[in-house]
């Protein structure tokens, strides 16, 4: 198939991006439907003029719906969005992408999407419909799924949807509320995910960021050894990778603590703790939840994050080496292998 593809790059190196250009279009009304014209333009980055006619294009072929509420795929476009998929990888050129960061981080299962989640809000569906179809085949009956917050997983959450192999599964929110959406919190996408599936769910009714004497005084309460008793036997942990700085400012860190983790040089957050560009821990959080020693213990990690903007992040999380599987997208992967970094 590779060397199929490589010919027709040569030989045809317009019809490669004409196809990619419309699987994009696809893709984006997938994820965005019902969509308006110029709201779709908006995503791609594009402009309702050059959109016009490939629209005009996939509805004549019965790709697309067009109505009032705005453009869907009709069954004939899912299905050869669903066709389409396997070739995708090697059409354009995602699977080196994916292969060359396995190599670098170090990483036995590295899956690229396409597009950036910093430019293009259907991305991060995209992440999110990738890390369900992980979750699927990675999850056995009777597992304890660990979860933590954050815009990639729930995306995840969304994508997920009944199997037998989530029977007797459960999913256990990672550490305690960030003070954000609620609809972002680990404790609702741990509900939500076991919603999704027919599965079951606890709850870890704690703040996110404690003083030292409250975490010790929370720590002894039935409940929370219940739920921490369960995290640290989760065979399966899903998690998304923060800027550092970003999330201590959602945290509500103030100017000096930002300072003190520039000055330590944070790039990175995930489950509390904060690293530098080499992996090496530079803060912990005072927090009751999932600890890395028990990241580490998990059979498999499963870690989502996309964006350019999160390259240095998932560069430097990974030093970690725990991860099986790291699910990212162009932008980010780009960015990663880039001389820049």
Not at 88 to 97: A, H, S
Not at 209 to 233: I, N, Y
Not at 326 to 331: A, F, N, R, S, V
Request: hydrophobic share 45%; proline share 4%.
């Amino acid at each position: 198939m590779r060397r199929f593809i490589e010919m027709q790059q040569k030989l045809l190196p317009d019809l490669i991006e004409v196809m990619r250009g419309r699987y994009m279009l696809l893709r984006s009304v997938y994820h965005l439907q019902p969509i308006g014209r110029r709201a779709l333009a908006q995503a791609m980055q594009s402009t309702e003029r050059i959109l016009r006619a490939e629209v005009e294009l996939l509805k004549e072929t019965g790709l697309l719906h067009v109505t009032a509420a705005g453009m869907s795929l009709s069954e004939e476009g899912q299905r050869i969005l669903e066709e389409m998929e396997p070739l995708m990888g090697d059409l354009f050129g995602l699977t080196e992408l994916a292969e060359r960061l396995q190599h670098l981080l170090g990483i036995p299962h590295v899956i690229v999407v396409q597009g950036n989640a910093d430019h293009s809000p259907w991305v991060k569906e995209e992440l999110g419909r990738v890390g369900a179809r992980m979750l699927k085949q990675y999850i056995r009956e009777g597992d304890i799924v660990a979860v933590t917050g954050g815009t990639s997983i729930a995306s995840v959450a969304h994508h997920l949807s009944p199997a037998p192999s989530f029977r007797g599964v459960q999913f256990v929110p990672a550490r305690g509320g960030l003070g954000e959406r609620v609809e972002l919190q680990a404790n609702t996408l741990a509900s939500a995910m076991a919603a999704k599936t027919g599965s079951s769910y606890r709850l870890l009714h704690v703040p996110d960021r404690l003083h030292p004497e409250a975490l010790q005084t929370l720590m002894k309460e039935p409940q929370v050894q219940d739920v921490l008793s369960l995290l640290q036997h989760s065979r399966i942990v899903i998690h998304g990778i923060g800027d550092a700085l970003a999330m201590a400012k959602r945290r509500n860190y103030s100017e000096a603590e930002l300072a003190e983790l520039q000055e330590a040089g944070a790039v990175s957050e995930a489950f509390g703790y904060y690293f530098n560009a080499a992996g090496e821990t530079v803060h912990r959080m005072p927090t009751i939840g999932l600890q890395l020693e028990d990241v580490q213990r998990a059979e498999t990690v499963l870690s989502i994050a996309g964006g350019e903007s999160k390259a240095k992040a998932i560069l430097s999380f990974a030093r970690q080496s725990c991860q099986n599987v790291l699910i990212t997208d162009e932008g980010a992967a780009l960015a990663i292998l880039s001389e820049r970094l």
